[in-house]
């Protein structure tokens, strides 16, 4: 009975912070209120006609959305990096951060649920895929096994931070005895979330460009690598913008730990570049549209050109002690290595797949401005829950928000 | 609310045991379907049949409100525990019924029906599982709807799969011209859409001497056929025997029969397109938007499994016409082919055709390395 008492407390002490803040907090909600509301009135429409409205066809039949899931799963995996040291290795550097991390992983985790939610045919009979009501095609289908460790994962990262902050909130130190077993569990499952969603792709012998045995590692690689890029760019945020104390060593660290992914994630490039160029078969077409384009089409030229430069670019500079342990280059390394990965994982990813089709046909997908706009409501929607999540987070680590101090 | 015996969740809102017909249905107001005894008492029996339970749970809502008015109603009212929870399952009943049919309540007998027939298909369960019964019942509902609809009638089979029977084809390469008359006579005969212009064959027009060069081949010509220098080969759904598509299909919508017919449930699929992409051989399509046939041309014996009305967000593909070859007859594409390059028939009947052309011709399947075993060979004269 008191623990609902405090959660109400909470709750209302929640609501209070996120609403107050200052000027430019007020405009940054309100333009992803703007954004969030722009992408429903697409979905809308999308809901209304059909997915004809976006640019996918029987040709090319994933898109934009399953890019992004794709991706956004690597972010949400990426949160494991600063749990482990924290938690697990007890290093009390990170503490700080890793609150951060986990609401990244769940804001992350939400947009990949709307992502997949978007890119249903039939969101009106989803319950079908609930296990016990629906049918679920359990062991069979890949694409089960992603609904199980994804909703395990973000209910893990909703009730490890909850619990400490809910702790903290009275004024009680967090029992490690408690959260420890949780953080180890979440450490595994990380590792799962991003190999599975890999498998989903990996285990398609309709697809030669994912039916790599790389794929699921590299996921991986590029995931450690784009992930805690975005949370040194957002700790970079807040420690500017709130009074919260996050330490240069915990930046530092993180920077080391996207150095060491994006040069794996390098190595294992140039290895799967070797096999498609060295001796190029019947299966390395899609990697040939990819990067050189086939019989003229060529409309992910720009995007990959961009984003291997930027990639090269970002690991190079990374790799220089006196040029990551500048923060100005290690900011500017992680925006363009989080861009850089963000094209590579999802549409350098996902598009190719599907081109040439199974008989040779070349048929060029080009996201639609409906899509576009589903897409950034989702974004938008993933940024907002993140500003409230950490906006508390922050407000109880502050101690500013504590349970009957008023 | 599920029913026994059944393997997923269903919400009968009164479900009718019978085929709509003459008698009362449950959205109608008590008072309105005389005749029946049972709807002017509370049953008795702890177990109520689902009409009587629908009967009782109008009369427990609104059964007292009819000989009272006004303020009477709403508080003069006897009310035990039973009642009460019956007039609470009741007036949630009705409200979820009114949501899903916006206000069925002061609209026409058939509007009504059809309502309730929307609200136990929205819930029904996945065809796969279902036993004859329950697939009959569906069956009868579709028909049902489309009359209510649209004031025709169509047939529509649930026959299964035969015993001792395996469907299998056979394309002759060295027949085919490419005139396309299989691709427009299975559009017509499977209502597929025609805005979109989907179509489950596609012939691949090759160049004589380059061999079987899909990169090179043309599955979207406009010109006068045979052309020269060229050679025909079709594709459509191959009905592997290890199918791909089916394993990945996360809600088992897909399945294979045990005639070896590869098929989709359109009311079970959520559409997320996992088998399109584990498909080797471009077999399926989705209804990127409501399909649509012009009445006039909506072919009406239909199959539940085969060419019924689909709708939009979900996936078909073709069923060597289910509607047709479960009922002796060949798909619409062999029967349409001008030339005889096309060869259906029962796998396990050593006389048929099918079995001819296996044992006799040098045969060929697409893609053998990836292990589908797809019953669909090539041969040539």
Redesign the interface.
């Known amino acids: 009975m008191r623990r609902l008492k405090v959660f109400k407390s909470l709750v209302k002490d929640s609501l209070d912070t996120i609403t107050h803040g200052s000027r430019r907090y007020h405009i940054w909600m309100a333009v992803l209120t703007f954004v969030m509301l722009v992408g429903m009135y697409c979905y809308a429409i999308q809901l209304d006609?059909?997915?004809?409205v976006?640019g996918?066809?029987?040709r090319v039949?994933?898109g934009l959305y399953i890019s992004n899931f794709t991706f956004l799963v690597g972010v949400a995996a990426a949160a494991v990096m600063l749990v482990m040291p924290t938690y697990v290795l007890k290093d009390i550097d990170f503490k700080q951060a890793v609150l951060i991390g986990e609401g990244l992983a769940v804001s992350a985790l939400i947009m990949c649920l709307a992502f997949?939610v978007a890119?249903?045919?039939?969101p009106?009979?989803?319950?079908?895929?609930l296990p016990?009501?629906?049918?679920?095609?359990f062991p069979?289908?890949?694409?089960?096994w992603d609904?199980l460790v994804l909703n395990g994962y973000l209910f893990l990262n909703i009730t490890i931070p909850f619990y400490i902050l809910f702790r903290h909130y009275q004024g009680k130190e967090s029992k490690s005895s408690v959260y420890v077993p949780g953080a180890i569990l979440s450490v595994f499952w990380a590792v799962a979330i991003h190999l599975v969603t890999a498998f989903?792709?990996q285990?398609?012998?309709?697809?030669p460009f994912w039916n790599n045995a790389l794929l699921g590692p590299r996921f991986l690689a590029s995931a450690f690598a784009a992930g805690p890029a975005l949370i040194i760019l957002v700790l970079a945020i807040i420690r500017n913008c709130t009074e919260f104390k996050i330490q240069d060593k915990t930046i530092k660290k993180i920077a080391m730990v996207v150095t060491v992914a994006a040069q794996i994630n390098l190595i294992m490039l140039v290895s799967e570049l070797f096999k498609e160029f060295y001796a190029p078969t019947h299966h390395s077409?899609s990697a040939y549209y990819l990067f050189f384009g086939l019989h003229g089409k060529d409309a992910l030229l720009p995007w990959i050109w961009t984003a291997i430069p930027l990639n090269v670019l970002a690991t190079v500079l990374l790799t220089f002690h006196k040029l990551r342990n500048n923060f100005k280059v290690l900011f500017f390394c992680c925006f363009i290595l989080f861009i850089a990965i963000w094209i590579e994982k999802g549409f350098g990813l996902i598009v190719p797949?599907?081109i040439?089709?199974?008989?040779?046909?070349i048929a060029e997908y080009l996201p639609t401005k409906i899509e576009v706009g589903v897409t950034l409501g989702i974004w938008a929607l993933g940024a907002f829950v993140f500003t409230i999540l950490a906006k508390t987070a922050i407000g109880i680590e502050l101690g500013k928000l504590r349970y009957k101090k008023k | 609310m599920s029913s026994n015996g059944k393997?997923?969740?269903s919400l009968n809102l009164g479900a009718k045991p019978k085929t709509s017909g003459g008698s009362c249905s449950c959205g109608k107001n008590s008072g309105g379907c005389g005749g029946n005894g049972s709807h002017s008492h509370e049953s008795k029996e702890p177990q109520l049949t689902e009409e009587e339970f629908a009967a009782a749970a109008i009369n427990a809502s609104i059964g007292e409100e009819r000989t009272k008015d006004g303020f009477d109603q709403v508080f003069d009212v006897k009310m035990d525990r039973r009642s009460a929870f019956k007039k609470l399952t009741a007036s949630l009943l009705i409200g979820a019924g009114a949501v899903s049919t916006s206000c069925s309540v002061i609209s026409g007998e058939d509007s009504k029906e059809k309502a309730q027939i929307d609200w136990e298909e929205?819930f029904k369960?996945?065809y796969?599982?279902m036993n004859d019964e329950e697939k009959k019942a569906t069956v009868d509902r579709l028909v049902r709807s489309y009359q209510l609809r649209t004031g025709k009638n169509i047939s529509m089979s649930s026959k299964n799969a035969e015993e001792d029977v395996l469907f299998g084809y056979a394309f002759n390469i060295s027949k085919c011209q490419g005139y396309m008359d299989c691709v427009n006579a299975c559009v017509e005969e499977n209502n597929q859409d025609r805005n979109?212009q989907?179509q489950y064959i596609?012939i691949?027009e090759m160049k004589d001497g380059k061999g079987f060069n899909?990169?090179?081949?043309d599955?979207n010509y406009y010109h006068e056929v045979p052309a020269e220098g060229h050679f025909y080969m079709g594709?459509q759904c191959f009905h592997c025997d290890n199918p791909?598509c089916v394993?990945?299909?996360?809600?088992?919508?897909t399945w294979r029969e045990d005639d070896g017919l590869v098929v989709v449930d359109y009311?079970?699929?959520?559409?997320?397109?996992?088998c399109?992409?584990?498909?080797?051989?471009?077999g399926?399509?989705?209804?990127?938007?409501?399909p649509e046939v012009p009445e006039a041309e909506v072919n009406k014996n239909q199959h539940y499994l085969g060419n019924r009305m689909r709708k939009?967000?979900?996936?078909e593909k073709c069923t060597f016409c289910v509607q047709r070859s479960r009922a002796g007859k060949n798909p619409a594409c062999v029967e349409a082919c001008p030339t005889g390059a096309r060869i259906f028939g029962n796998l396990l009947d050593p006389e048929s055709t099918i079995r001819w052309v296996l044992e006799n011709k040098k045969v060929f399947r697409l893609k053998e390395d990836?292990?589908?075993e797809p019953k669909f060979w090539y041969f040539m004269d």
């Open positions: 006609q059909g997915l004809s976006t996918m066809t029987d039949s994933w997949v890119d249903m045919g039939g009106s009979v989803l319950w079908h895929m016990g009501i629906g049918v679920f095609n069979n289908s890949m694409l089960t609904v989903l792709y285990g398609l012998q309709a697809r077409e797949g599907f040439p089709g199974p008989y040779g046909k | 393997k997923w969740f929205q369960g996945n796969k599982l979109s989907m596609r691949h899909f990169d090179e081949a599955d594709t791909p394993e990945v299909c996360p809600v088992q919508a009311d079970w699929c959520v559409g997320c397109r996992y399109m992409a584990a498909c080797p051989y471009d399926r399509r989705f209804n990127w938007s409501k939009k967000g979900v996936m990836l292990g589908t």
